[in-house]
């Protein structure tokens, strides 16, 4: 009795690995007849190459008439032709590809396969402060936050659109399954950056409710060091956003006033309790700057010279999220 047990669980499990689909570095395999392709990629893009590979532990194929066609016309017939090269369809145009396989022994063996080629595209945004009106993209600083978008076009073989809540998404980081955040309607993922720091791998899948439509990208999100650029605080212009202060900075007035920016820090605005700015001259701290992201620098009637500000700018909350930035200022009597 215990035997037999034995037996039908080992056949339980030798039928498993037999019909179950093999996956592996962007290879699908797929097995019947004794046969077994593999597709690469496994989800092709349009017009993306597509390379099958045919194997078998049954049959000698090395010395098989092999003949492959593509949605119902002959394309290739070879002996030993385990290799076969196709270019894949526009968007949502189905490819059924089938081999047939003359054995030595005069036995006919077919199997077929199809895909829909499908696109999804991915983008993010890190949640990273950037001043206003600024043009450029946020940038991702070390344990920063990012928010990832896939944007689907899954087409039907009919020319109809999946609709978006009809669509599956598996979203993976680093090669792990984000549970929580699959799932249907569920096109988008955030994220914080890991310590030890490293650039993150995100993936995502979305398929139809079906599964028979289906499409995947990757994109590699990278960590930068946050940044601190000084402008002008000008008592006629306001805040001189179009040009940053660098090296030395000769003073045309009485007082020379400045604004700190702290560019692609894990916060909502410059000022923020979580940041900390340590402003200081010629290596002496100096405290109490209101607002805290600025500093004022007035002339000495009785000296002349340059003296050196520097700012270094911490987040409390993320202790791998620091800057340092200095100027010059040349002082004249």
């Known amino acids: 009795m215990i035997s037999k047990k034995i037996y039908g669980y080992l056949l339980i499990l030798t039928l498993l690995v037999i019909t179950c689909p093999l996956i592996s570095h ?7 007849n004794n046969l077994e392709m593999t597709m690469t990629p496994e989800n092709p893009q349009p017009l993306q190459n597509v390379k099958i590979n045919l194997q078998s532990f049954s049959y000698d194929l090395d010395r098989s008439k092999i003949t492959w066609s593509v949605n119902g016309a002959v394309k290739r017939t070879e002996i030993g032709l385990k290799v076969f090269n196709l270019e894949a369809g526009k968007n949502g145009q189905k490819t059924i590809i089938k081999v ?18 499908s696109v999804v595209d991915i983008i993010y945004e890190a949640i990273s402060y950037t001043p206003p009106f600024y043009k450029g993209k946020a940038l991702n600083p070390s344990q920063g936050m990012v928010r990832v978008t ?7 073989a009919d020319g109809a659109k999946v609709p978006a809540q009809n669509i599956v998404y598996s979203w993976k980081k680093d090669g792990m399954v984000e549970q929580s955040a699959s799932g249907v309607g569920k096109n988008s993922f955030t994220f914080t950056g890991t310590i030890p720091v490293r650039d993150s791998i995100i993936e995502v899948n979305a398929s139809s409710l079906d599964g028979n439509i289906y499409a995947s990208n990757q994109v590699k999100i990278t960590n930068i060091s946050p940044e601190i650029i000084f402008y002008e605080n000008s008592l006629v212009y306001g805040v001189m956003m179009n040009k940053a202060i660098k090296d030395t900075v000769n ?58 500000i520097a700012l270094k700018i911490i987040n409390a909350g ?10 010059n200022i040349n002082f004249s009597k």
């Not at 896939?150 to 039907?156: G, M, N, Q, R, T």
Request: aromatic share 12%; no cysteine; glycine share 4%.
């Open 26 to 32: 962007g290879q699908s395999a797929i097995t019947g």
């Open 100 to 117: 047939s396989v003359v054995t030595p022994d005069n036995e006919v063996k077919e199997m077929e396969v199809f895909f829909i080629p």
């Open 150 to 156: 896939a944007v689907p076009e899954l087409i039907k």
């Open 251 to 308: 003073m045309q007035t009485d007082e020379f006033s400045v604004v700190a920016v702290p560019y692609f820090f894990s916060t909502g605005y410059a000022t923020s309790p979580d940041l900390t700015y340590n402003w200081s001259m010629n290596g002496q701290n100096t405290d109490n700057q209101d607002p805290k992201n600025s500093f004022s620098s007035k002339i000495d009637k009785v000296s002349s010279g340059v003296a050196n």
């Open 318 to 327: 993320r202790f791998l999220q620091s800057a340092n930035s200095d100027y």
